[in-house]
């Protein structure tokens, strides 16, 4: 279906109010491995970050790579182990992690967005001192009293936003992979979601919007939850609702709402330019997280 010009005059005009409203504002882009496997969905991805910063907003991307680890795991032999979303991190598999994230993904997505007229900037948390970590703890969901040896998974100790900050005042597009550094100068993996949602706290970000490859966060019958409050996401993941890859998500999520991120979404990366849809234009996708 073609439109006539009076329909795309009134599309292009809905996003005035948007454009004045987040005019200067921050946005935090997770971009989920699994979303950025079709070529012309990473172009168009590439192409919304783009106009997002010409018209005065200042999107930061961090992005995951979990699809992209694996396969280079395999490479070597190796198959990657989750336990509650975290991949099982040895030596070997922290050394393709910082090989994949850091070099091959991070470069693939800073290329797409200087070819549309970007001028994108690839960071690790190591640059700039930004993303402090340490061991992950991590305690069995069902039965605290178990804890999980997860190797070399950080949790973040603390983000100086410094280095992204003047990055983004100066034009540029920062593109952050999540891998902090510790006291003694060891790597940790860190999830990207939980990056993501952290950076959106400390920069007090306007909105944290997480691309990924499913519609949204779904119920027990495979129904989109259009909005989710803390209360409804404690119960969907003790009834195993939610699980894997969208727990270390949700939790991200609800952290950031808590923490006075304005509008945190969980929205589906398949759907072509979702990023100008959800921004800067009256429809809404994916679930919205909210704090109560
Ligand atoms: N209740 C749920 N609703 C939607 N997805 C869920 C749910 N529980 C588990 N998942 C899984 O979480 C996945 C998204 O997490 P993940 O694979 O880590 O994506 P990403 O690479 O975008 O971070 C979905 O593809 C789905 O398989
Ligand atoms: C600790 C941990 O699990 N780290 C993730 C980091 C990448 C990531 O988060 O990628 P997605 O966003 O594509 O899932 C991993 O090794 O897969």
Redesign the pocket.
Known sequence: MSHTPADQAQILAQALPYIRKFHGKTMVI?Y????MTDPALQKAFAEDVVLLKLVGINPIVVH?G??QIDAALSKIGKKGQFIQ?MRVTDAETMDVVEWVLGGEVQQDIVGLINAAGGKAVGLTGRDGAMIRARKLKMLDLNDPSVEHDVGQVGEIESIDPSIVRALQDDQFIPVVSPIGFGPDNESYNIN??LVASKLAEILKAEKLM??????????KQGELLTELTSRRIDE?VEDG?????????IAGAIDAAKCGVNAVHIID?RVPHVLLLEILTEQAFGTMIRSH
């Open positions: 997770k989920g491995g699994n979303a995951g979990g699809p979303g990207a979601d997480m691309l990924t490859n499913i519609r949204g966060v779904l119920d969907l609702t939610i699980s894997g890859g969208m727990l270390p998500k990366g």
